[in-house]
């Protein structure tokens, strides 16, 4: 193909690694601006469950989905031998756990109550010692999930009363305790304890960057090809 002073002829190789490489970096581009959208819509979702008024939790509840980023209020009795520590959890850049305790309902219902944060301390990989409030209790905060989807550093995911992460599939078939499918992120925290807060729009921008990043790169490399397979005309 001639243009002006210019002989444009694509070769088999170079097109091939360049359809190829495109491919792949819109692929990616396309990935980090869903996540996005998603990050997105979980805060959009956060702000309007934050003006509903609180749920009192007295029933069992099977379905997340309605509760999730509610502000719930729940009182029963903690059950002190199913408290676990959920390891490489960070708060100021400071590696500790997070401290669940199930608290069980005067139904007989019972859910997760993530308590706090804390360090790690000298005697690690055990976890600190984080007293358990004895008699009836009342806590409030927000109700949330974990992640779907977390990296486990290793095969053994379960060691003793710390875990590396939460499922509630998982805490029922090791803890042998029928839990709600959410936690209440406790506010204020227990004593001693740093609070753990839900912020669902936290690196909504960051993937936006790497979209950015992914399509300038797939850009580029179109730029790239047609400049390798353009000559001028002699």
């Known amino acids: 193909m001639r243009i002006g002073a210019f002989h444009f002829t694509p070769r088999l190789v170079p097109t091939v690694a360049a359809v190829a ?26 702000e309007a469950r934050m003006q509903e008024p609180v749920l009192r ?4 509840i099977a379905d997340a989905a309605p509760v999730v980023y509610r502000h719930v209020a729940a009182e029963g009795r903690y059950v002190p031998e199913g408290q676990v520590f959920i390891d490489n959890r960070l708060h100021l850049g400071r590696a500790g756990f ?30 600190p010692a984080v007293a358990v409030p004895e008699g009836r209790v009342t806590v409030a905060g927000l109700a949330a999930t974990p992640p779907a989807r977390y990296l486990e550093l290793s095969t053994q995911t379960v060691s003793g009363n710390v875990w590396q992460n939460l499922s509630f ?19 204020p925290p ?13 690196g909504v921008a960051k993937h936006q960057e790497y979209a950015l990043t992914w399509f300038s ?14 000559k001028r005309i002699a």
Not at 173 to 182: G, K, L, S, Y
Not at 217 to 230: D, E, M
């Open 21 to 46: 490489m495109i491919a792949l970096l819109v692929s990616l581009g396309r990935w980090q601006v869903a996540r996005a959208g998603e990050k997105q819509a979980r805060q959009a979702l956060l």
């Open 57 to 60: 939790l007295s029933a069992p």
């Open 98 to 127: 997070h401290v669940m305790t199930p608290l069980r309902l005067a139904s007989g219902a019972t859910v997760l109550v993530n308590r706090g944060w804390i360090a790690r301390d000298a005697q690690y990989p055990k976890p």
């Open 169 to 187: 599939a998982r805490y029922r078939e090791h803890v042998r305790i029928d839990v709600m499918p959410f936690e209440i992120l406790v506010a």
């Open 190 to 202: 227990a004593p001693g304890l740093a609070a753990v807060e839900e912020q669902p729009d936290a």
């Open 217 to 230: 790169l797939a850009v580029t490399v179109l730029v790239l090809w047609i400049v390798v397979n353009t």
